[in-house]
């Protein structure tokens, strides 16, 4: 599995920017695709995941209503709205995926560095 995320870079506080994480490697069917992000000196910590099937997403709760995941079965790409930047949302940012049937992500991407100033 390859995942390659893009579209990171240096924006204002309170503009919007799309991630794309492009997949390949095997068919996603059953498998769940996710965000990270590590902001620095910080632990990296969860964003959104959405299930490949339904499209069933799921998001930490200092994201909700500002983020939004969304994945485009046919060109098997993976995708973050993020809305209403701010400073803290400075991190670079990770795609993943895993298996429903498993705990942890077993693939990652390399990052896209997003840096938001004020």
């Known amino acids: 599995v390859q995942l390659q995320a893009s579209g990171g870079g240096s924006v204002q506080a309170g503009d919007s920017l799309r991630l794309s994480c492009a997949a390949s490697g095997r068919t996603f069917t059953n498998w769940i695709m996710g965000w990270f992000r590590q902001a620095p000196g910080k632990d990296r910590e969860f964003v959104a995941s959405?299930?490949?099937?339904?499209?069933?997403?799921r998001y930490a709760d200092s994201m909700k209503g500002r983020f939004t995941i969304s994945r485009d079965k046919a060109n098997v790409m993976v995708y973050l709205d993020m809305n209403g930047l701010n400073p803290e949302d400075t991190a670079v940012y990770y795609c993943a995926s895993r298996s429903s049937a498993a705990t942890t992500y077993s693939y990652w991407g390399k990052g896209t560095l997003v840096t938001v100033s004020s």
């Open positions: 959405i299930t490949w099937n339904l499209g069933t997403t």
